[in-house]
């Protein structure tokens, strides 16, 4: 039959509930002082963000007891037994028996077995809290399973502690519905088993929402195919994406924007692209092997190498502190900050000229490929944790390819580490002079001076600040010449479209003259070519 009731329906399954009375296990937030002992262990903890450690504390000092029990057909046993008087047989000898078959026989034992059979491991005798008299034959066993949280809340004991894996654990992260749930039911476990938290560190996030704020669901017909993002963006892309996001709060997503992050993806991909294909016929010195490494006291303080590397030092220490501090969105902006802008609109603009155009042993162009790889090393390793897949191509493409080592994987290596190359702390005024320069060529185009290799640039510098750094100063502006004027009070662009241009680089330096073979070509190129 039917009972007509008032109770409430389940949300999941909308089927109508009933409320029965039934004794259950529980287990006591006062006794042993758990309570106090929980709220300490959370003052004891991390929390990322800051407010989940208010939440926590809140939701420990006012929860009742633990219910562990649960009726149901299916699930973990609570390994009890009923003697005949009615009083339940729950002690820890017994619980160890019974948890011996289960590692023998699995849980299905309990079902399965009478018991004599669960409990064959356990000597009445030898147990101070065995009761008096306790008969095996007489039992009977209780039906109650535990709370499914009881069983997720004890994963830090079955993944990691009873392996040797570590404990406490580094890191708990799950959704910010878990301050109610496994953050806090594995609290209370561990609390009780070994006396402190299962985790150094809990970080939650939000969820994620449609472009309107709205909860997705199969329902509403505003879920994501995960399937079909990965097949049409790649996991990569998936990946990148996320470490933009700021977690702490609901994310909202729609399809577009995981386009936006594909091209933002690609800047990074293309530039590791980039690196690895000028590195083709580079082979780094090793502790067995002489290769193509220049030593870093040859980096003079004012190349644009050690430039490059100091920048690289810089991007290194800030991801690394963003990992710590499981900042991902900062530790995305400034490797592809650093991509975008200190590799490919100024480092490698500048080193094309040299690395194509000089001579292939070259010290000026080896000297470049050295802070080159050192950078192609230290990408793979920063971006591993976010870019798995990617990061470990470029790593193979880097290392394994090179050496025949087919084993070579990112994943197995720490975070890369820099040859420690002093730049010169005038480098700042140097870029500003840049950011000068780069403004008067594009006024220039207006006066028909379109290619910059067709002028030439006359900085200002008063303080003969410019001076040390003039062998890089044309390539660092992209333009043939660069010449300094102690009076000078603002940039001048000369047009140099009348002088002689290098048919090999394209630039008019003042040497560029008619060669041996009939070429025009400049001191520079000619010297690479081996003609007079």
Known sequence: GKIKHSYPHSWRSKAPLIFRNTSQWFISMETNGLRDKALQAIDDTRFVPGAGQSRLRGMIETRPDWCISRQRAWGLPIPAFR??????????????AVAAAFAERGSDAWFQETPA?????????????????????????????FDVWFESGSSWHAVMRKRDLGYPIDLYLEGSDQHRGWFQLSLLPALGATGQAPFRTILTHGFIV?????????????ALDVGKLLE???????????????????????????????????????????????????????????????????????SLDAWLLAEAARLRADVLAAYDACEMRRAHQRIHEFCNETLSAVYLAAVKDRLYCDAPDSERRRRAQTAMWDVAALLCT?????MPHTADEAWRALMGERDGDEEACVHLETFA???EVAASPEWPAVMAARDAALKALELAKKAGVENPLDAEVVLPDPRGTLAAFTADLSDLLGVSRVSLDASASEVVVRDLSEAPRCERSWKRDGTVRERSDGGMLSDRDAAALGVD
């Open 210 to 222: 449609d472009k309107d704020g709205r909860k997705m669901s199969k329902s509403l017909g505003n």
């Open 417 to 419: 580490r820099l040859p």
């Open 382 to 386: 920063l971006l591993a944790p976010i």
């Open 117 to 145: 059979q669960l409990l064959a491991a356990w000597d009445p005798a030898s147990d101070p809290d065995a009761p008096k008299g306790v008969d095996v034959a007489s039992l009977e066993k209780f039906h109650d399973i």
């Open 232 to 302: 049409t963006h790649g996991a990569d892309v998936l990946r990148w994406w996320t470490s933009s996001l700021a977690f702490e709060n609901d994310i909202k997503v729609d399809e577009s924007y995981f386009e936006t992050a594909g091209e933002s993806y690609r800047k990074v991909r293309n530039t590791l692209r980039f690196l690895l294909g000028n590195l083709g016929d580079f082979t780094p010195t090793t502790a067995d092997a002489e290769g193509h490494c220049v030593d870093a006291s040859a980096f003079p303080a004012e």
């Open 83 to 96: 003697m005949p008087d009615g009083e339940a047989l729950l002690t820890p000898a017994s619980v160890r």
